[in-house]
């Protein structure tokens, strides 16, 4: 379905960052959502967290504190993989945010590991997902149905595999976003 | 139970390893092992494979691929955690050590993120362990029963959550490998 050439400029999409973040999934993400006018919010453990990647080579500072965020503030969550995820699954903030976003239906956007997230936040059951093959075992246990390819999208869950995954990652994001400006405009 | 001061010196531990292990686990592992002069062969993911540790600074060599490995040849075998038991999932023959000591109940020792190689051998099914806690939720997931402290012993299995667990871990590993001694000492 078209949003009738609608600007995704009125969007915001908050992204998850944890120390171990993958850059590449972090930098291609951001990029692919500005370009498309979305203001993208970095949320940490805390504000102005500055968690490093997982080679250690690269910084980034959180804008926001997960405790102090509200998904009534965002149209999208974002959770990036890399060793990330594995911290933030002991972030209450964090897993509440998953589950708000779940209980909101907004788009929920999960790469590699990310999906881990998912699990601590109990929101996978029946659900179709990808994500880093060592992590399958773990989704099946915990309910999901689990496929292997470049984005799974099952309702506002959209998952994908890997950073080289990140073009039809972002894509199908862009589109659940399009589609709820357009669900937003129905009479 | 006591062994009756009879030595471990006949005794041979496997320990798995990958890219990405705890150096702390490894060494002290291996520190406590060979003091009770027991013979310890680092398996990898082929012979000679030499995988850094999660910090990137230190290197353990692999001394036997784990394709060609057999628990015959061992009487424990220990699945160190960090990055490394990320990787080990992926590795059928490691999974298969793992169903293979099940099936002969040799100990297993698993610390930190050691118990995702469990899961992914589905060996703990009504099992009592511990771990690191983000991955809690995935034994939960997976029928095992959580605990939360230093060393968790279900017959063979032995687990460990953390690096500063290693003396009670590699404790009851060493009294696992008494007890199986004198379990081969009964008339």
Redesign the interface.
Known sequence: MSNGGKSLSNKRVAILIEEGFDSFELTGTITALRNADIVVTLIGPTLKSTPKDKL?TTTATSELAAGKASMKDFDALVILGG?AS??M??RHAMVDLVKDAMVATKPIGAISHGP?LL??ANVIRGRTLTCW??IA??IK???GLYVDKPVAQDSNLITSRKASDIPSFTEALLRALEQSTTDQNQP
């Open positions: 250690g060793h594995e911290r699954r002991l881990q699990i601590s093959p060592s075992i773990d246990n915990a309910g």
